[in-house]
């Protein structure tokens, strides 16, 4: 899961911001996590105007105080505990990247302000909102939180849990799945709907190079309610107007086939809708589910005839690309928003600047012609 020192370099992580933030996520790659910072003097503390950011910080919700055990053990130099919440531990597709990026992102932190700091990784295996904000609670209750940074699968389950950690002095920021309801004090993830515009245009863009009878189009979602979905798609069916404006699409935003996460089902629902859908040519997957909607047009013999089109990088969606099955997929660099939270957080402890969100990657788009360096970007770590 480690990462060599200048692959990250490749990846763009588009930010206009503190020069410290666009180091961490760009700076030294594979360092260890769990001893970040021991080797260097500590040096960190905490402003000195008490009555400012990070000790009392106020936003349009209220007010925000840093908690006096974690004021104390900035002051006594003690490691601080910056903890990632995961929807999901198991997923290959991006839990391997979000670990590593934010391993990264605390240990270039730690060296930066020259403070020891410790990185762990927590979310249940398989997903699961309940079983995920359980964890939560269960650090939070026993100190062991000194920032949380959260990937939340749906927003709304998470709002009471991140309002009671923030409402314990914890600071609290978000990456990829976001909680915009709750009192997190930022969020970085895509631009969803350019990313989806992107993914839309380049797909296009190879149907008129490569002349492929494209004519109709449908989108699927495993979360038609999300935000981040609802942009990705309409996003998507912009990119495709802007370059083919006759392809008519069969469903839209506000009617996707809703696909769920499940691999099976997600499986299942695509080779049905292809079954009884051989007039479509073009489906567009908001997320990884893109790699079963490629199984699924292998496995109905419409290679050739039916082309996929989603999000996130893994071997097995690219293989599919290789075999013609998918057109582009748009990798999150789930790498480097990792990276900029945790250093987000380090700002606001160490220096008491407030970092409240922003785009912070870059997408990084797979098609057919860059499938070969596609795969050495996943070989080491992912995106």
Not at 313 to 341: C, D, F, R
């Amino acid at each position: 899961m480690k990462l060599v020192k200048t692959r990250r370099l490749r990846l763009a992580v588009a930010v206009v911001l503190l020069p410290l933030l666009a180091a961490a996520c760009n700076g030294t790659a594979g360092s260890s996590s769990s001893n970040a910072g021991a080797q260097v003097a500590a040096k960190a503390v905490l402003p000195a105007d008490q009555n400012a950011a990070p000790y009392v910080t106020k936003f349009s919700w209220g007010t925000f105080k840093l908690a006096p055990r974690i004021i104390a053990k900035v002051k006594a130099h003690q490691p601080l505990n910056f903890v990632y919440s995961i929807s999901d531990a198991g997923q290959p597709v991006f839990s391997a990247a979000i670990k590593s990026g934010f391993q990264d992102g605390v240990a270039q932190a730690a060296k930066t302000f020259g403070y020891p700091l410790n990185a762990r990784m927590i979310g249940p295996v398989g997903g699961g909102n309940q079983k995920q904000i359980s964890e939560i609670q269960a650090l939070l209750n026993s100190n062991q939180i000194d920032v949380l940074v959260f990937n939340a699968a749906q927003p709304g389950p998470f709002i009471d849990v991140l309002n009671q950690v923030m409402a314990g002095g914890v600071p609290v920021w978000g990456t990829g799945g976001d909680s915009p309801q709750s009192h997190r004090i930022g969020f970085f993830a895509l631009d969803e709907e350019v990313a989806g515009r992107q993914a839309g245009q380049l797909a296009a863009q190879w149907v008129k190079k490569h002349a492929l009878p494209v004519t109709k189009a449908a989108v699927f979602t495993g979360d038609p309610a999300g935000p981040w979905a609802q942009s990705r798609m309409r996003g998507f069916i912009e990119g495709v107007h802007s370059e083919l404006p006759s392809v008519q699409f069969v469903n839209g935003v506000s009617n996707p086939l809703n696909t769920g996460f499940d691999s099976p089902t997600v499986y299942a629902d695509a080779k049905s809708f292809i079954l009884g859908h051989s007039d479509v040519q073009l489906l567009f997957h908001t997320d990884q589910g893109v790699q079963m909607v490629g199984k699924a047009i292998a496995d109905t013999a419409r290679t050739g005839k039916t082309w996929a089109v989603g999000f996130n990088l893994s071997p097995e969606i690219l293989n599919y690309m290789k075999s013609s099955q998918i057109l582009v997929t748009e990798g999150q660099n789930w790498h480097g928003q990792a990276a900029t939270a945790a250093t987000a957080a380090a700002q606001f402890l160490f220096k008491g600047q407030v970092v409240q969100g922003f785009k912070a990657a870059t997408p990084y788009p797979v098609t057919p012609d860059t499938l070969t360096d596609a795969f050495k970007t996943l070989n080491s770590g992912g995106a």
